[in-house]
């Protein structure tokens, strides 16, 4: 059982940064890509990103592309989501996930564990 819990969120202006954390614990962290979601007020829970196993590898949903980037730390068992230029439209529940395995995914349905998220909202 892998226990994920993130960190960082909070209330920023448009076009600051924000670095989310997310801290595993209760598995092999490297048997795990991570992926980081969001889901805002009454929409679904959206897929922003994901890196691989060793780090090698990062995807990116196109309305974050440039301006988010994920990185993980395999030994301190923790990955990363630094948030640049925010915009009001990224403020959302932001979720880390864990799925095991080499192969990445971009569905919530592919993710074995999940985090209980963070807020970021941004203010326009």
């Known amino acids: 059982q892998v226990q994920l819990v993130e960190s960082g969120g909070g209330l920023v202006q448009a076009g600051a940064s924000l670095r989310l954390s997310c801290a595993a614990s209760?598995?092999?962290?490297?048997?795990?890509?991570m992926g980081w979601f969001r889901q805002a007020p009454g929409k679904e829970r959206e897929f922003v990103g994901v890196?691989?196993?060793?780090?090698?590898?990062?995807i990116y949903t196109n309305s974050v592309k440039g301006r988010f980037t994920i990185s993980r730390d395999n030994a301190k068992n923790a990955v990363y989501l630094q948030m640049n230029s925010l915009k009001p439209e990224d403020t959302a529940v932001y979720y880390c996930?864990?799925?095991?395995?080499?192969?990445?995914?971009?569905?919530?349905?592919?993710?074995?564990?999940w985090g209980q998220g963070t807020q970021v909202t941004v203010s326009s």
């Open positions: 996930a864990a799925r095991n395995g080499v192969i990445i995914g971009t569905g919530n349905y592919q993710y074995d564990y």
């Open positions: 890196i691989t196993w060793s780090g090698s590898r990062t």
């Open positions: 209760g598995g092999t962290f490297t048997n795990y890509a």
